[in-house]
């Protein structure tokens, strides 16, 4: 009689028991009590994403999907984040048009470097530095453009053209885009002439953690071209000069101003399109003497970070993995004091989460809370 009981429950005890296994080893969706706090998922969500965080809300940074389109279509817009997540598949990176419409030099030169392949987020420079893990932030706008031709402008090719020089140098910076700065700009109502505004760039400080602005012009290019009887092509020269100037943001000065001007003998061509070639070897020449100096000043820069939103116990950093903070990193909160000055100490942060490409949260574990106007810099990394 009891072996045949026994068989009876038997099923029921193998099911109660499959049922105890399932719930102790997962938690089902339906479930009244969830495995962790919701922003934890959010943020695997966002982990390859540029997250980027403005007047306390978060946006995501994604590319146009009608950028294709042309006209004055911005390449890369900012979605809120609660909007991208529901949306992700309306956000999927289309194919673009790399250089279609971009401004180059007409005629290729001998000297020119194989350029570097665009980013789309925020490009990296290979380092050799000790402290190659922090990398300052620097925008470089499109420069001012006072060519010799109507028909010829070089100020957006230029500012690429450094960026791209500047980035085969053992330097620690991350290239902000531009046009997403000047977006950002326009929709407050700031015209992007006003960059060298402190109140504008104590702005871009605090939203995008930019260390420095880069403000450039040109002047020429100058072609002078000879020819003569067994010369029908000519020979040709040039020259070019490129004025520019670095803005601290911290502070909203004037940091530095540079120069340069080329050669005019190395820049001599004959033949077919010589005065084409000699333009090119102009900037090639101008671009790599004025890119040294330019690495020199931003390596001298101070790294600091910024505080971007306080919620609770947690404390949103604009700075992240592209900068090069790690879970773990114990960061000094400072209460800003004057340009060159280290300023009073308030408290400690570590890092305890990265959040998207370049932004992470931490967590208070010493001293006073931080706001949003304090800077951050990096105290000690764990296990150091």
């Known amino acids: 009689m009891k072996s045949n009981a026994t068989k009876r429950y038997l099923p029921v005890f193998l099911s109660l028991f499959t049922l105890f296994l399932l719930f102790a080893c997962s938690t089902p969706s339906w479930f009244p009590f969830k495995k962790g706090p919701p922003h934890k998922a959010k943020m695997k969500e966002l982990v390859d994403k540029e997250v980027i965080i403005i007047d306390k809300h978060e946006y995501v940074k994604v590319i146009n999907p009608r950028v294709s389109e042309g006209g004055n279509q911005p390449k890369y817009l900012l979605i809120p984040v609660e909007e991208y997540l529901a949306k992700k598949e309306a956000f999927a990176a289309p194919s673009i048009r790399g250089e279609e419409g971009r401004k180059t030099l007409s005629g290729a030169t001998t000297r020119s470097p194989s ?64 046009q997403l700065v000047k977006g950002f700009l326009e929709a407050r109502g700031i015209s992007p002439s006003d960059l060298e505004s402190p109140k504008t760039s104590r702005m871009l400080s605090e939203t995008f953690g930019i260390h420095a602005i880069v403000l450039g012009e040109i002047l020429g290019p100058y072609v002078f071209t000879t020819k003569g009887a067994q010369d029908q092509d000519g020979t040709s020269t040039a020259i070019i000069k490129i004025e520019m100037k670095i803005i601290d943001t911290f502070s909203g000065k004037t940091l530095k ?56 116990e947690e ?50 574990i010493q001293g006073k809370r931080p706001n949003e106007e304090d800077i951050l810099k990096l105290a000690g990394r764990e296990g150091s």
Not at 340 to 362: C, L, N, P, W
């Open 115 to 178: 350029f570097l392949p665009e980013k789309e987020a925020l490009s990296t420079s290979v380092s050799v530095s000790p402290v190659a893990h922090l990398k300052k932030k620097v925008v470089v706008a499109h420069f001012n453009d006072r060519t010799t031709s109507a028909e010829e402008a070089f100020g957006d090719w230029l500012a690429e053209r450094l960026m791209k020089e500047m980035m085969r140098r053992p330097l620690q910076v991350l290239f902000v885009d531009y």
């Open 257 to 312: 101003t540079l120069a340069a001007q080329n050669s005019i003998v190395p820049t001599k061509e004959k033949g077919l399109f010589s005065d084409e070639k000699a333009k090119g070897k102009a900037f090639d020449l101008t671009l790599s003497e004025i890119s040294r100096s330019l690495s020199r000043e931003l390596d001298r820069l101070d790294w600091f970070c910024r505080v971007a939103r306080v919620d609770g």
């Open 315 to 364: 404390v949103y950093i604009n700075a992240g993995r592209l900068s090069g903070l790690k879970v773990g990193d114990v960061m000094e909160v400072l209460r800003p004091g004057n340009p060159g000055e280290r300023g009073e100490v308030k408290g400690k942060i570590q890092i305890s989460t990265i959040f998207g490409m370049d932004a992470s949260v931490g967590k208070l």
